[in-house]
């Protein structure tokens, strides 16, 4: 039984959940064990756990192998407290599993995680507003009507509309393309573009598009320096001086030009715990709480690494500026420190990518609720945000140029109907056109004099020719 591929969809954790415990359960050997003078059947340690569940983790696409030991020590915690395993006397319910030769066991039966239940969702498509739809809270009932003083004039009109006459009229709304209506355009084709790449009949089981804000998708795109970071209106929400110096520092080491202060020994691991007590302590992580799903649903792409980073521009784009913002300078950082051959170990037990991973996966993607997985998930997606960080991050140039013309076709429409005779003059029709400019006839060919001749024959002897 192998651990199969979980693609994009609602309740992906959920799926990942039941899947890793159903391939727990059904291929864990199990064995007899010694302890205090008696046996046990059908038992394991919890170093034999650890050890074959982490080379489970390792070697599956869904998580990968950046899977630690510690992640798989804590994943079996929650084995424990969930009564996926219970110790060889029947206790389950504390997190007091240790890597250690203490005997565990399966229950009789191991209840899986039960999926949540959300009201059913209609099968459509995100629905862009369109130019005849009238304005939000008009409507025909809800025109005011002037009273009327009937006479013998006005009781003709209405005798001629009602033996058909004279063509009822109505009321036609003239839409003007103002600020909200664009902000709707971007929110609705950005939203359309997601559901499109994770091949689902909708998002809201994925995200909540109630809070999907059109102006941050805008500002993510347009409001950008030269190297492609999100410039911030209210400064008040960058970063700390203190915390922009430090990542100037260690993603620059050794050549800190803007340091002041003197080095010494282990002075790089002092800078690098400041930046990661300052992310640590961050009240959301930064691809916030309501996007966890949609994220989460975009990591079941990851073995077609083109279309996931496709997604991932397009999840961005949905985050707040200042999130966004911290995210590219965190990832840049990290990067750059990554590939920095000079720099000393910030950690002797981990390598630098493995704590880079460790350190700053949890503040950028967490669930708000526990999830069982959310530390798997967010080192899987912290690593493949590592290597592929400067496309991820940048804005998609094909959504982009989809919205653009889309707004620029409603503009020129809105032109069209408020002043025809104006658009006719200045972008004339085929037919206006071929009044003005009439076709000239085309001249005949002209006929060559070999071409009324016979066709070349070959040469043939004759008489004259002979010796």
């Not at 569940?53 to 915690?77: A, D, I, M, W």
């Not at 959300?118 to 304005?135: G, H, L, T």
């Not at 704590?355 to 899987?380: G, H, N, P, W, Y």
């Amino acid at each position: 039984m192998e651990h199969r591929i979980v693609g994009p969809g609602p309740y992906r954790a959920t799926r990942l959940w039941n899947e890793t415990v159903e391939i727990f359960r059904a291929k864990m050997p199990l064995r007899k064990h010694r302890c205090r003078f008696k046996s046990y059947e059908h038992c394991f340690t919890a170093a034999e756990a650890v050890d074959w569940l982490h080379e489970l983790l390792r070697c599956s696409q869904n998580f990968g192998p950046e899977v630690t030991r510690k992640q798989t020590v804590q994943l079996l915690k929650k084995f424990l407290k969930n009564h996926v395993i219970e110790d060889i006397k029947g206790k389950w319910g504390q997190e007091d599993f240790e890597d250690n030769r203490h005997l565990y066991r399966f229950p009789p039966s191991s209840p899986l995680k039960p999926y949540p239940k959300k009201p059913p969702y209609q099968k459509d498509v995100i629905k862009f507003p369109e130019w005849n739809d009238p304005p939000p809270g008009t409507s025909q009932e809800n025109i005011p009507v002037r009273p009327v003083v009937m006479n013998s004039e006005m009781w003709y009109k209405r005798h001629s509309i009602a033996i058909g006459e004279v063509p009822a009229c109505r009321l036609v709304h003239r839409r003007q393309l103002t600020e909200a209506n664009v902000e709707e355009i971007w929110k609705s084709m950005t939203l359309s573009y997601l559901q499109k790449i994770l091949g689902l009949d909708s998002l809201e089981e994925v995200l909540d598009i109630k809070l999907v804000n059109s102006k941050f998708i805008i500002h993510n795109v347009y409001s950008v320096s030269k190297q492609g970071v999100v410039i911030l209106d209210d400064k008040s929400k960058e970063l700390p001086h203190w915390v922009l110096s430090a990542m100037k520092c260690l993603a620059n080491w050794p050549n800190c030009s803007d340091l002041k202060q003197p080095m010494y020994l282990g002075f790089e691991k002092d800078v690098f715990k400041t930046i990661a007590d300052y992310y640590g302590h961050l009240k959301e992580p930064l691809l916030t709480f309501h996007l966890f799903d949609a994220f989460v649903s975009v990591l079941g792409l990851l073995q077609k690494e083109k279309v996931a980073v496709e997604a991932f521009q397009i999840c961005c784009l949905l985050l707040p500026p200042e999130n966004r913002r911290k995210l590219q300078l965190l990832m840049r950082m990290m990067a750059r420190i990554c590939l920095n051959k000079e720099m000393p170990p910030l950690c002797d037990g981990f390598g630098t990518r493995t704590l880079m991973v460790q350190t700053f996966s949890r503040c950028i993607l967490c669930s708000k609720d526990e999830v069982d997985l959310d530390e798997l998930l967010a080192a899987r997606l912290v690593t493949f945000l590592m290597d592929n960080y400067q496309e991820i991050l940048k804005v998609p140039l094909a959504l982009q140029t989809s919205i653009e013309e889309r707004v620029a076709h409603l503009r020129r429409v809105q032109f069209q109907k408020s002043y025809p005779e104006v658009y006719q003059e200045r972008f004339p029709t085929p037919e206006s056109e071929a009044l003005l400019f009439p076709e000239k006839p085309k001249p005949k060919p002209q006929l060559l004099m070999w071409a009324l001749k016979k066709p070349f024959q070959p040469f043939q002897r004759t008489r004259s020719f002979r010796m």
